[in-house]
């Protein structure tokens, strides 16, 4: 359903046309034009109370339509104007408050709108509210005005206007008026004048006149120009002499009439010249009075034209013009008192006007704006037109041939510019090798590199589908140039990354081996266990695909136990008696193979018994020791040839005594064993690496990982697991324990199937747009698309193609036309009645012209218009050229003769032509520089001159042969940044003529090759590493290191060195171990105490004994080697002998102490005790001594009986990578050692014992950063030139630098930036010569031309090296067209002696800006020029032009300031003028009201005798005089100085009672430093010198009393003196 709305005038009815029906245009109605009825309606009353109503509000409502609500105030009033209560008004007459209305719908505002005009220019405001003074007089800055606009309600759609009431109801009305600023009046600003030109005459009364010029033309209300000439009387004019003319004549010319055809027959115009002797000094012309009154000179301009004409045919008109004779007064006279020239030229041939016509507009060109963008900019598009005829002879000029407009202003309707971003393409594969220097690469086997690396991938710039297009009509974003991208930041174009190495782990020591223990204690099976030693895994690499070495080692063992009983036991208690035979109870308690309790069910054998018997030596018993722990076994295996043994031993501590019981025999005292009795069988489970990822058979649908392309399927590896024996091969499962078998399948995920992602082709490259010339090879298109991912795992290939090159649609080969020049026209006089009439011969000859036609052919001479020829054919052949028909005074010569030969370069030829007849012997004839007899001319020259010119180029590299992704130092196949290359310079070709030709006549290239070689980076170089050094720790853990040493300095931009240490070295570390008890001693038992008896006495008592000991060295097997015993420590050397003691039979028998208790680590400095114990083995007879003391105790001393124990860790080791890497991830070890307080090391057990918290971190992941050399782009295409011809043009590439360098990566190179010469060729233009000064042939004044040249030139871009030469004109085109647009020829005027005329222009002034305190109005200035009135003689003053003046805008403007200047006085004067701000000296500009005065005046005035105005204003007595003054400091009187010569003659009374001045006070006047101020006071500085002088005075005084008294103590007193006294007279001499 439409609507239409109709809207009439005021009054009209609105009314929409609908299916609904008509109704509503009546409600619209209503409810637009009743709310602006007038609604101040008053209802009277008898009782002067009325009602009165404010207006209707909005109309408001939920909906639009019929259903709105007006409301509007109602209140009752008194006739005197104030409100009352309603209730005093007629209720009856109560308007009503409330009304129904027409909601307006908000789509109707959309069919009307507010049009503005734009606003008016600024008016002033003349008068404030109450004041008659023009605003102008006070202005300082700017005055206040107003502007104004028109503001209609419009129809959006058909733009027609309707009542504003409309438009008021949807929105406010735009402001009409709004104030804006009006800058202060500005005066005509005028130069300083120029000096006095001479006198216009050289004898009589003349002139002297003096010009200046307009600077800034008065704006807005300012004082006009002043004139700008002075004229004076000529000073010291020598009276002219006796019979020499008062005046001065001058022939003079006017203006060429217009070019005019003659009549058919040539009979109408019959005239004749004659000149006007009137006085009208405006216009002395001469008359050419016709005959022939309806003669229209109009007969070209209703020709019919063609527009678009097959050929062209010029009409040969003539043209006069006037001559007189002028006095020097302005007055005219006859000719013959100018009779000394010939007569001048009034006639002559002419081209009658061409005017210029053009086709038709084209169409307009697309809109440059497509799309909607940010900036709110508007497009443009074009139309041109072509010319179908050219101007000649100052016809009508060609109007302009190209129009450009805005278009798509708002652009709403427009889709959304395209926006480009940058893509990338998956990362490349993961090299190694680009970061190995060359060397190294030699050296490495590529395959096996592993560790840190680079990869790269490609960038691309696409554009990024629009989101408010239609889901059919997105694109795929498809490359495209990367320009676009240009402002974006491109990605990351290479990035570190890793290959896994080598499985590699950091295993701790091997534990002792443990207990032979079944394989599962929990289910124990058999008679065989395992004996097993562990190791754990410090740090491993991150690899997946690899495993650790064995962790577990095993030995098969009979006779295993995973549980076992501990028997303690007790004391042994005698059956009867105090001794003899009794019983021991021990308790038992079930462990572990670690010595852990467990429950007591767990032990699988029968307990031990509770009771043992025993025996309790009686006195005369002999007495053995309890046995020694079992020694270490000799051999950690048994083998065929050995096996191991440990013994025990025990010793006799008291011989029996009588009837008491013998001691066992020497073999019974020492028991021996076989231990570690298993074979030397090690055993281990060995792995292989894990598979591949295969299908699970058991479970296909498992998924375990999903990314956004695929779905990757959970699979399983699977490794073989085989039981080795040590130094051996695999051997049967069984010998190795089952509990730590490996696992051999776990699940893994499958790799995931990458089908190849391919970027759509790009848009094909632009074709030409314009047609092709001959011969030229057909132009080619081509496209491209980027591989974003690669296949994988099977996927879908990428295909074969990724650039595809076409050749362009054929275009069409360009249109070959060319000019046909007709034949010349015969040569075409002035009518013979026009020369007749003008100068009074009858003769038909002189000068003429001759045209020839011109039309335009095909390529096969078929006809075509002209306007193809214009666009194709190149310069258009003259048409016009000038001719003489022979008169029978003129002179007559032979043709010329061919010219001579060439003798070859550098030579000339020459032709000759000779007089004729009569002409032989006139002298006219003769004069050469008239009539040339002979030509000459170079001879044209084949040979060419080649000059190298400018540098050479930098050296450049040969391109790559395949253009890779990224170009850097360290890329695979490395691209050369050195070696050999080619650098280039320039050859400009030269003729004979030093000329500049183009550069293929000299060289096929246009320029100079040599090869050129670039340095290459020397890298770096190390030695080899050298051998490891010894362990810094001789015990526990500490470090070795290998070193290299500097061989060669990187140089020319190699790879730089490593971090050197002092020494120029870089190292290595690693951890060590030493073994801390390598050596030790080994002690044997000790032997039967020996007692020394003598006769009969009892054996007993004190005795020897001694021991074995021996050095020995640990092997790694435990067993022990007999060395030096200076290997071992010889403070800790055990001692080999020592006193023993037997009892007696009778004595008390202790065992042997007890180990003393452990002194608790934590109370070693508290005060603590130790303790051991011993044990009585026999208790004494009877009446013997009691047994000694049981316990011993002693203070625990710290480093002697106590040592506190604590972890200590070793320094870091380096980085440790695999051995194939050299960068990327890898691990530091440090070592743990528990260390005494003493500084010893001890076994690490003991700290773990103690329960000490090891928080050290042993192993952890270490970086080792990659040497990543710098990585550059691409070379860019070698850009255009930067001159298109010249020696000035160069060509440049530039790369940028994608990844610097990074640790011992090659650096990046310094040039970016390669520069190459252009070839030089000519530059050809057409200059444009200065104006030639006015010229006028034939005459001294009048009306003549000047003239400029367009020639053709040539020059080689420099204008000051290389001053442009002329050549032929054919070089720069058509020269016809090119003088179209430039004006060569402007008439002129030349005055004549005595005119008064105006000057020539000044050159344009500065570009100036309207500005207000320093800041500007606007951005286009102005400039001015001005020409001023030349007055040459007083008598024409009155016939003299006024002044002229011309504004331009321009642009660069700044603004000026203007301030008074004053010069220095003179005599109460001096100078005063205006200043603008950049120095000139100006007329205007400054306020007159601020002018500084000229004269100076004092004030009072100097009436005082003898007194006079200084230059200070300060009125002073004259020389000889002394100024007396009043107390205000003005002059009183002058008196005369005494003793000063004045010669004045005057009676002056003085006053030489108060002064008595003398001779040194007219010096004093006469002082640089005068002591009296201009006002006549006393200086300051006076009293501050009188204060001083007063203060060394008192210093003298106390100097010469301290040496007076000082005097005193001599012993001859000196005579009295007499006391000086100062004394002031008032003498001025004092």
């Not at 209609?152 to 009542?163: A, D, G, H, I, P």
């Not at 598979?691 to 999903?706: A, E, K, Q, S, W």
């Not at 130092?969 to 320039?986: D, F, I, T």
């Not at 030093?994 to 293929?1000: C, D, F, H, N």
């Amino acid at each position: 359903m439409g609507w239409t709305m109709t809207l009439k005038d005021d009054f009209g009815v609105i009314a929409w046309a609908g299916g609904t029906g008509n109704y509503l245009s009546f409600f619209v109605l209503w409810s637009l034009l009743l709310i602006h009825v007038r609604t101040d309606i008053v209802f009277h009353m008898d009782h002067q109370f009325t009602w009165k109503t404010g207006q209707w509000g909005h109309c408001m409502g939920e909906d639009c339509g019929s259903g709105g609500v007006q409301s509007r105030t109602v209140w009752c009033v008194h006739t005197e104007g104030w409100t009352t209560h309603h209730s005093h008004c007629n209720h009856m007459d109560k308007p009503e408050s409330r009304r129904h209305c027409f909601k307006v719908c908000n789509w109707h505002q959309d069919l009307f709108e507010w049009e503005l005009s734009p606003w008016e220019g600024c008016v002033l405001v003349p008068f404030f509210s109450n004041e008659l003074k023009l605003r102008t007089a006070e202005c300082i800055t700017a005055q206040h005005g107003i502007q104004r606009r028109k503001v209609q309600c419009m129809r959006t759609s058909n733009r027609t206007t309707v009542t504003s009431r409309i438009c008021d109801f949807f929105s406010q009305r735009p402001p009409v008026e709004q104030a804006c600023l009006i800058p202060c009046p500005q005066d005509c600003v005028v130069s300083d004048f120029t000096s006095w030109s001479g006198c216009s005459r050289t004898c009589g009364a003349g002139l002297q006149h003096r010009t200046r010029h307009v600077l800034t033309m008065p704006m807005y209300g300012g004082a006009s120009c002043p004139n700008l000439t002075e004229t004076r009387t000529c000073s010291g004019s020598v009276g002219c002499p006796s019979g020499e003319d008062e005046y001065q004549y001058s022939l003079k010319v006017g203006a060429w009439s217009e070019c005019r055809l003659p009549h058919h027959k040539d009979t109408l115009i019959n005239g004749r010249t004659t000149v006007d002797f009137s006085s009208n000094k405006e216009n002395n012309t001469v008359m050419l009075h016709r005959h022939a009154s309806h003669y229209r000179q109009d007969h070209h301009t209703h020709r019919h034209h063609q527009k678009y004409p097959m050929s062209w045919e010029l009409e040969v008109g003539y043209q006069t013009r006037q001559v007189r004779c002028t006095r020097s007064d302005g007055k005219n006279t006859m000719l013959s008192l100018c009779a000394k020239y010939n007569s001048p030229v009034t006639y002559q041939a002419c081209v009658m006007p061409r005017d210029c016509y053009t086709s038709d507009w084209l169409s307009w060109s697309p809109c440059s704006k497509t799309c909607r963008s940010t900036d709110l900019s508007p497009g443009y598009r074009l139309r041109s037109r072509v010319l179908t005829q050219i101007p000649l002879s100052g016809g009508k000029q060609c109007p302009i041939l190209e129009e450009k407009e805005a278009c798509n202003i708002i652009g709403d309707l427009l889709p959304n510019c395209p926006r480009y971003e940058w893509r990338a393409t998956d990362w490349d594969e993961c090299l190694v090798s680009p970061l190995l220097s060359r060397l190294d690469r030699r050296r490495a086997n590529i395959t096996r590199l592993c560790g840190g690396g680079v990869q790269t991938r490609k960038t691309y710039c696409v554009q990024v589908p629009d989101d408010s297009t239609p889901h059919h009509r997105k694109e795929v974003s498809r490359p495209v140039t990367a320009r676009l991208c240009g402002g974006q930041e491109a990605p990351v174009a290479i990035k570190n990354c890793s290959i896994p190495c080598q499985h590699r782990c950091l295993l701790s020591r091997w534990s002792p081996w443990g207990s032979c223990v079944h394989d599962n204690c929990k289910d124990p099976e058999g008679k065989k266990g395992f004996i097993q030693r562990r190791r754990e895994v410090l740090w491993a690499s991150s690899s997946p695909l690899d495993v650790c070495p064995h962790l577990v080692e095993s030995i098969p063992c009979e006779e295993p136990a995973c549980y076992l009983w501990q028997v303690q036991q007790g004391k042994c208690t005698p059956n009867k008696s105090s001794c003899g035979p009794g019983t021991v109870v021990q308790s038992a308690k079930c462990i572990n193979a670690e010595g852990e309790d467990v429950p007591m069910t767990y032990c699988t054998e029968d307990p031990p018994l509770t009771q043992v018997p025993c025996e309790v030596a009686c006195p005369a018993d002999c007495v053995v020791s309890v046995w020694s722990s079992w020694s270490l076994c000799s051999h950690s295996c048994a083998s065929k040839t050995a096996e191991g043994r440990q013994s025990r031993t025990r010793t006799v501590l008291a011989l029996p005594g009588k009837g008491g019981k013998e001691c066992p025999g020497a073999p019974a005292l020492e028991e021996w064993r076989v231990c570690n009795d298993h074979p030397c069988l090690v055993f281990y489970w060995e792995v292989s690496t894990w598979g591949p990822c295969i299908h699970d058979t058991v479970d296909l649908n498992r998924t375990y990982f999903r990314n956004s392309t695929a779905t990757c399927a959970l699979g399983a590896q699977i490794r073989k697991v085989s039981c080795m024996k040590m130094n051996g091969g695999s051997v049967v499962s069984k010998r190795c324990p089952d509990s730590a078998r490996p696992e051999t399948i776990r699940p893994c995920v499958l790799p995931c199937v990458k089908d190849c992602i391919v970027t759509p082709f790009s848009e094909w490259t632009a074709c030409p747009s314009t047609c092709m010339p001959e011969n030229a090879t057909s132009a080619t298109q081509s496209r491209h698309r980027t591989i974003i991912q690669r296949s994988a795992n099977g996927g879908q290939e990428c295909p074969d193609t990724l650039y595809e090159e076409r050749e362009c649609e054929s275009l069409a080969a360009c249109p070959i036309y060319r000019w046909r020049t007709h034949k010349w026209h015969a040569c075409t006089l002035v009518p013979n009645s026009v020369q007749r009439s003008l100068s009074q011969t009858a003769e038909s000859c002189g000068n003429g012209l001759e045209t020839r036609g011109l039309s335009c052919v095909g390529e096969n001479d078929e006809a075509a218009n002209l306007t193809e020829c214009l666009r194709w054919a190149g310069p258009l052949p003259a048409q016009i050229r000038a001719c003489r028909v022979a008169c029978k005074d003129d002179c007559t010569l032979t043709a010329w003769s061919k010219f001579s030969e060439c003798i070859g370069c550098g030579s000339f030829q020459s032709r000759k032509r000779s007089l004729t007849g009569r002409s032989k012997k006139k002298v006219q004839c003769l004069d050469e520089a008239l009539y040339p007899l002979e030509e000459k001319e170079a001879c044209p020259c084949e040979e060419y001159l080649s000059q190298p010119f400018g540098n050479w180029s930098d050296c450049i590299l040969r391109e790559p042969s395949t253009p890779g992704l990224l170009h850097s130092w360290m890329s695979q196949q490395e691209v050369k940044e050195c070696g050999q290359g080619l650098r280039y310079r320039a050859v400009a070709c030269v003729d004979q003529q030093g000329r500049l030709v183009e550069p293929t006549l000299c060289t096929d290239t246009g320029y100079m090759v040599e090869v050129c070689h670039i340095p290459c980076p020397l890298d770096c170089k190390l030695s080899d590493w050298s051998a490891w050094s010894a362990c810094s720790s001789s015990c526990g853990g500490g470090l070795k290191v290998r070193s290299k040493w500097l061989r060669e300095k990187a140089f020319n931009g190699g790879r730089p060195c490593p971090k050197l240490d002092l020494k120029n070295q870089v190292n290595e570390a690693l951890p060590c171990h030493s073994e801390c008890n390598k050596y030790e001693w080994r002690i044997e038992p000790w032997s039967i105490c020996t007692i020394n008896t003598v006769g009969d006495s009892p054996s007993c008592g004190e005795g020897v004994q001694s021991r074995k000991i021996r050095c020995v060295k640990k092997g790694k097997s435990g067993e022990v080697s007999t060395v030096e015993d200076s290997q071992c420590d010889q403070e800790e050397m055990p001692p080999r002998a020592q006193v023993c003691f037997l009892a007696c039979h009778n004595d008390c028998v202790l065992s042997p102490w007890e180990s003393w208790s452990n002194c608790l680590p934590q109370q070693c400095e508290r005060g603590s005790e130790r303790n051991r114990s011993r044990q009585i083995l026999r208790l004494p007879a009877v009446g013997s001594a009691a047994c000694p003391e049981m316990i011993q105790s002693e203070s625990c001393s710290l480093n002697t009986t106590c040592f506190t124990y604590q972890y200590q860790v070793s320094e870091w080791s380096t980085c440790r990578l695999s051995e194939n890497a050299i960068c990327g991830g890898g691990a530091r070890q440090r070592l743990l050692d528990c260390v005494r307080s003493d500084g010893q090391i001890a076994d690490l057990q003991k700290c773990e014992q103690l329960g000490l918290v090891m928080d050290w971190k042993l192993v952890e992941n270490c970086v080792v950063d990659c040497p990543v050399s710098c990585v550059l782009s691409d070379w860019s295409p070698w850009g255009e030139c930067s001159h298109t011809c010249g020696n000035q043009g160069q060509s440049v590439r530039t790369r940028r630098i994608l990844q610097d360098a990074h640790e011992e990566g090659r650096p990046c190179p310094n040039q970016l930036i390669q520069t190459k010469p252009c070839p030089i060729s000519p530059c050809y233009m057409w200059l444009l010569s200065d104006w030639s000064p006015c010229t006028i042939e034939g005459a001294d004044c009048g009306e003549g031309f000047r003239r400029r040249n367009l020639s053709c030139v040539i020059h080689k871009g420099n204008w000051t090296e290389s001053p442009p030469v002329p050549v032929a004109e054919e070089f720069c085109g058509d020269k016809l067209k090119k003088e179209i647009q430039q004006d060569v020829a402007q008439p002129c005027f030349v005055p004549c002696q005595g005119d008064c005329h105006l000057a020539e222009w000044s050159s344009w002034s500065s570009c100036q800006l309207t500005c207000v305190e320093g800041r500007s109005f606007e951005s286009t200035g102005r400039q001015s020029r001005s020409r001023a009135v030349i007055i040459q003689v007083p008598e024409n003053q009155d016939t003299c032009p006024q002044q002229v003046f011309q504004t331009q805008p321009c642009k660069g403007g700044q603004c000026y300031s203007y301030q008074w200047r004053t010069g220095g006085w003179s005599n109460n004067e001096r100078a005063v003028w205006c200043q603008r701000s950049d120095g000139v000296i100006v007329t205007g500009g400054c306020f007159p009201q601020k002018r500084p005065s000229m004269i100076r005046h004092c004030h009072p005035p100097c009436a005082k005798p003898f007194s006079h105005c200084t230059s200070s204003g300060v009125c002073r007595c004259e020389k000889g005089y002394t100024e007396v003054m009043t107390t205000h400091g003005f002059l009183d009187y002058c008196t005369r100085t005494p003793g000063v010569d004045t010669n004045l003659k005057a009676d002056v009374k003085t006053n030489s009672g108060r002064l008595k001045p003398s001779q040194g006070r007219d010096r004093l006047t006469e002082w640089t430093l005068r002591p009296v101020g201009p006002d006549g006071r006393v200086k300051l500085w006076v009293y501050a010198v009188t204060a001083v002088g007063f203060i060394l005075i008192l210093f003298i005084i106390a100097f010469s009393f301290l040496v007076c008294k000082s005097g005193k103590i001599a012993k001859t007193t000196p005579p009295p003196q007499k006391p000086l006294t100062l004394a002031y007279d008032g003498d001025i001499d004092m």
